[in-house]
């Protein structure tokens, strides 16, 4: 999957757990902007991985801001699993 | 961005909890009255929120134990143990939960927050995975953070979610250690351990039980749940507190596997810290002779937990649905958790305010916690302030 469409995927995700809808953009910031508490953006994880079966760990998330970040850290983990 | 201006958020915070009519935070046991009594702001008032599932603290024979002890072996050790600060009180001690369990090694640590740390930090390292279930204790996940461990949280309590993420790691399941506790804190609810521990068997991997608040509770002697579902026996290590249902303060880590008799060369927060006082060991060990033969403590506990309850069922309130002598209520509403929680302290019941980020899925929690020691009377006069408080607040089933 290319990094467009796991971008879309990320953003459509977010959607379930926007409880402010906002307009999510590639640079929407998770926290910041969604306004998660931690176990909603927990939950949210959760559903990244699943949809794409891979794991996020945790020391990976040190620079995920925004939607963005987390599209281009789920394309490198997809693509690691592939190797 | 200056050193100190990484106080903003925790300043934030502090100006948020001053600005409530009682920052729950702050409040202040003025004199401890009984195990279920305690002066707050100058007025007596039931405990509904400590730890002290068994009512131990004021145990006759664990403060004798501690009194001989201080008279005979004074105040403290002064160092760690692996220096001067091992006397044969700590040995009989870890030879005495090693037996509780029918396990060859334990190790005692001079906190729980440590003993969670210690064995984290000794058991892992960066080439090691870790799955963890997302609402664990803050110390399981600074014990994974300091070894230096590839770090995955599964959903609470969701066998699937562990499943899947095991599935993942592939061949590194078999290095990977699953981290769950027996009772959670905050809502009460309970593992679902031998769903985990088949999995665990599954995939070759390794689990860690944290009995902290089911130590006393759960299981025969006391030995908490993973005893009571019969799967001690696929469970690699089981870490516990004694600052709770034992009444004194530090922490064990027990286990079948010998390595963990080599944990005292690698685990720095074993090492680099003072060892737990003698009079602390001695109290501690008296408690867990009172918590082996302790039964009716059991049932008394339970029996107040399903009286509890039931009483705030019938209100109404949000519970986890299966009693435990943990009880929280969930709110959706922030401030009605403050101010519910305000009513009590002032109706003269002391319980445990959560919230966010502490409480799980969003919202507040009002903790409540029930004790053996606790009476018929103190826990009919909790439900009844609750259920009056409810009312007042329109969240009652009548309301």
Redesign the interface.
């Known amino acids: 999957m290319e990094l467009a469409e796991i971008t879309k995927t990320v953003i459509s995700l977010a959607r379930k757990v926007d409880e402010k809808n906002i307009t999510l953009t590639p640079e929407s910031a998770l926290v910041a902007d969604l306004g998660l508490?931690?176990?909603?953006i927990?939950?949210f994880?959760?559903e990244v991985?699943?949809h794409f079966?891979?794991?996020?760990?945790?020391?990976s998330l040190a620079d995920v801001v925004t939607v963005s970040d987390l599209a281009e850290l789920v394309y490198h983990l997809s693509r690691e699993?592939k190797l | 961005m200056s050193l100190l201006s990484n106080f903003e958020l925790a300043e934030s915070r502090k100006k948020q909890l001053e600005g409530l009519p009682i920052n729950p935070t702050g409040v202040v046991l003025e004199k401890i009255v009984s195990p279920t009594e305690a002066l707050i702001n100058g007025k007596i008032v039931i405990l509904a929120g400590t730890n002290n599932y068994l009512g131990l603290t004021f145990s006759k024979d664990c403060i004798d134990a501690g009194i001989r002890s201080l008279e005979t072996q004074g105040t403290g050790t002064t160092g760690s143990r692996m220096a001067n600060g091992t006397y044969s009180g700590h040995l009989e001690l870890e030879r005495e939960i090693a037996e509780l369990y029918s396990m060859p090694y334990s190790m005692v640590f001079s906190t729980g927050y440590s003993a969670n740390l210690g064995t984290m930090a000794a058991l892992l390292d960066e080439n090691n995975a870790v799955l963890i279930d997302s609402e664990a204790h803050a110390s399981l996940f600074d014990g994974c953070r300091m070894s230096g461990a590839e770090v995955f949280r599964f959903k609470h309590n969701d066998p699937s979610s562990l499943e899947k993420r095991l599935q993942r790691l592939g061949e590194r399941a078999n290095s990977t250690l699953i981290i769950v506790e027996g009772l959670y804190s905050i809502r009460g609810d309970c593992a679902p351990l031998r769903e985990f521990a088949e999995l665990k068997e599954s995939y070759n991997s390794y689990l860690l039980v944290d009995e902290a608040h089911s130590l006393g509770l759960y299981g025969r002697y006391g030995r908490g749940l993973a005893d009571q579902l019969d799967i001690l026996d696929k469970t690699d290590f089981i870490v516990g507190t004694f600052s709770k249902s034992l009444g004194t303060i530090g922490g064990f880590c027990v286990s079948k596997h010998p390595q963990l008799g080599l944990f005292k060369y690698s685990s720095r927060p074993y090492i680099f810290t003072a060892s737990p006082s003698p009079a602390v060991i001695a109290s501690t060990r008296s408690a867990i002779k009172l918590m082996k033969e302790g039964d009716h403590l059991r049932k008394n506990a339970w029996e107040s937990a399903r009286n509890l309850h039931g009483a705030l069922e019938s209100i109404g309130l949000d519970l986890h649905p299966i009693p435990s002598p943990v009880i929280g209520v969930s709110f959706q509403s922030e401030e009605v958790a403050i101010q519910f929680w305000n009513i009590l302290l002032e109706s003269g019941i002391y319980t445990n305010l959560i919230l966010p980020p502490a409480a799980p899925g969003g919202g507040a929690v009002i903790r409540c916690s029930v004790t053996a020691a606790h009476s018929v009377e103190q826990i009919n006069k909790i439900g009844a302030c609750f259920k009056s408080i409810a009312k007042e607040l329109g969240l009652s089933k009548a309301a």
């Open positions: 508490e931690s176990v909603q927990i939950e994880l959760c991985e699943d079966d891979i794991v996020i760990g945790e020391d699993k």
